[in-house]
């Protein structure tokens, strides 16, 4: 099945470039879900803006997968591979990103 998801991640680029600071990245995307008990891996496309110090704000797009375990009816476990395509950049200059989290559904 398919579910529409949010996402806000903040980070720091401390030691990264020469205007440090904090950043995030806000995302929307679009996930097809397979579920294996309480398993349920995902994947799909998502849309979203960066801005921030030590980045250059702007649009970014890309595909995202990853898998969820149930805690509970609405908590989850998630963990997930991304690649943020910048779209001022050629397709191949994007930024592969993972994450670890708590999700809630609501």
Do not use: C
Request: glycine residues 16%; aromatic residues 14%; charged residues 15%.
């Amino acid at each position: 099945h398919w579910s529409v998801y949010g996402d806000l991640v903040v980070f720091n680029t401390m030691g990264t470039s020469s205007d440090d600071g904090w950043g995030s990245r806000l995302a929307i995307g679009a996930s097809h879900q397979w579920d294996f008990g309480a398993w349920h891996p995902y994947v799909g496309p998502k849309l979203g803006y960066i801005s921030g110090r030590g980045v250059e704000d702007g649009a970014v797009i890309g595909p995202e997968a990853g898998v969820r375990f149930d805690l509970a009816p609405n908590t989850f476990l998630y963990t997930q591979l991304a690649y943020d395509h910048d779209t001022r950049n050629a397709f191949n200059k994007g930024i592969v990103n993972g994450g670890l989290g708590l999700g809630l559904r609501f």
